[in-house]
């Protein structure tokens, strides 16, 4: 986990380069997942309680990436729910206490609840353009087919039409808007930055990029050292190149987001990975010409979709292959059978309320802190008979830098695992109970980690995801 900083209550991650470092400056892998599917609608709550997080630190997550919601904050103009970001801001600190770092994702579906036929989340409805009729909002089941009536809505066209042009001064609220919530958030112990529009519409180099210039601005009055993290059109949520100029707003990460448009239209993994190889060659070479990290801020699949698993080792094993971050959509506390992730039917939640996982995610091993500069990574998750998971790490040691630490989810690899670590000077110690391998060494140069789960480890079984009741629990994280 990230060192805590006990003399100001608070620790930030920075940037150097293309990778993401802590404050020893090693170099730090962000993995994590998006809280929560139904904190999108009323009562915009992202858990139940602070018990909530507990899964998450042991599935080995080191970040969050928080839902933020503009109709929320400002149901109408100039007046603000503050106690939301108080809620917020308990949320941030219980994740925290728990080792878990938190990036403010600023979110908005198809411009709002009363834009995209209704069935859409974000922005108040006061934001929705003056010269349409906002619809009544329907985010229940009834509107699993959200991306068509998003794309279809001639007034979520137009209101981000006119939001661009700030029309009525909406867009004028919005940075002010943004601006105070950073500096209510800028002390928050945890937090590292801040997304700065999730999956928008609009001209990239026009109306989008000038847009993030604006909220770099504005976060930047009151709190200098955060993180910022971008993405490009909706457009590149299929695979689709960026069109973005390079960032000029200090340290900030390229955070695309990915859903193979073939698996959604088929309703099943294909099993190719054809799509797959083409977006990640799209993100790490906008990455790589930036100079920035990659940060994957949202991927997954539906748990019920045939091929789920699969298609979901497969996105992880190609963010190993880059060494790259990233938080799986999503982690939703209330997820149950009759309304599963509260929002337009989605079901991407990765566990039940019970704690127990769902066929879209297993937990993985992953360098979640270097000391020196990682070169390669692999994870084999072995399930064939007569095969065990097996791990390979390389990495150029600085042993000014300290300790490397590898999480392996004890599922996977409990004691008795075979550990093996190679180079100049080197030993490493195994603690199945806090699920990490932690390397060392008083001299530079290559090390090789090798480690061999015993064979006798089965995989993880998968509850029944119906047998859950309606959970309508609302407290504060």
């Given amino acids: 986990m990230f060192p805590c900083d006990r003399l100001n209550g608070w620790h930030r991650v920075r940037i150097r380069g293309r990778h993401f470092v802590d404050q020893g400056g090693r170099v730090v892998i962000l993995r994590g997942v998006n809280l929560s599917g139904d904190s999108k609608v009323p009562p915009f709550t992202p858990c139940n309680g602070p018990e909530d997080l507990d899964a998450l630190k042991d599935l080995g997550f080191n970040v969050i990436r928080l839902v933020f919601v ?19 801001r308990a949320v ?21 609840r009363y834009a995209s036929r209704g069935a859409g989340s974000g922005f108040p409805r006061w934001a929705v353009s003056s010269r349409c009729r906002p619809y009544e909002p329907d985010n229940g089941l009834g509107s699993r087919n959200w991306p068509f009536r998003m794309i279809t809505d001639p007034m979520m066209h137009r209101s981000f039409g006119d939001f661009f042009a700030d029309r009525d001064g909406v867009r004028s609220r919005y940075i002010e808007m943004v601006g105070r919530a950073a500096s209510a958030f800028a002390t928050a112990p945890g937090l ?19 847009l993030y210039r ?23 949520n299929c695979g689709f190149r960026t069109r973005l100029p390079r960032p000029e707003f200090g340290p900030s990460a390229y955070a695309p987001h990915y859903y193979c448009p073939i698996t959604y239209a088929i309703g099943r993994w294909h099993g190719t990975s054809l799509t797959l190889g083409r977006a990640f060659s799209g993100m790490t070479e906008a990455a790589r010409r930036w100079e920035t990290p990659l940060f994957v801020g949202e991927f997954g699949i539906g748990a019920e979709i045939p091929g789920a698993g699969e298609y979901v080792r497969a996105f992880y094993d190609r963010l190993d292959a880059v060494l790259a971050s990233g938080a799986q959509w999503n982690y939703t ?6 309304i599963r992730d509260g929002w337009n039917g989605e079901d991407f939640s990765i566990l039940e309320p019970s704690g127990s996982l ?74 199945p109970e806090r699920q990490v391998i932690v390397c060392r060494s008083n001299r530079a140069g290559t090390l090789r980690l090798r480690v061999v789960a015993p064979s006798h480890v089965i995989p993880l079984p998968t509850a029944d ?10 407290r504060v994280c």
């Fill in 70 to 88: 503009w109709e929320a904050y400002e149901p109408s103009p100039g007046k603000y729910e503050e106690g939301y970001l108080r809620d917020l």
């Fill in 92 to 112: 941030i600190g219980s994740a925290w206490e728990r080792g878990i770092a938190t990036i403010i994702d600023i979110h908005q579906d198809g411009f709002s």
């Fill in 192 to 210: 590292i930055g801040y997304d700065l529009l999730n999956e928008p519409w609009g001209d990239e180099r026009s109306q989008i990029a000038p």
């Fill in 214 to 236: 604006d909220e770099a601005d504005a976060i930047r009055r009151f709190d200098r050292d955060a993180l910022l993290f971008f993405q490009g059109h909706i457009a590149t």
């Fill in 333 to 338: 506390p209330r997820w149950n059978a009759e």
């Fill in 358 to 431: 769902r066929p879209n995610f297993r937990p993985r091993p992953y360098p979640r802190a270097t000391a020196g500069m990682p070169h390669r990574f692999r994870y084999d998750e072995h399930t064939g008979a007569g095969l065990t998971p097996l791990i390979e790490f390389e990495w150029e040691h600085d042993p000014s830098r300290g300790e490397t630490e590898v999480f392996v989810p004890s599922s996977v690899f409990p004691k008795g695992t075979g550990v093996e670590l190679g180079g100049p000077g080197a030993a490493c110690v195994h603690d």
């Fill in 465 to 474: 995801p119906r047998r859950n009741a309606v959970d309508t629990r609302v």
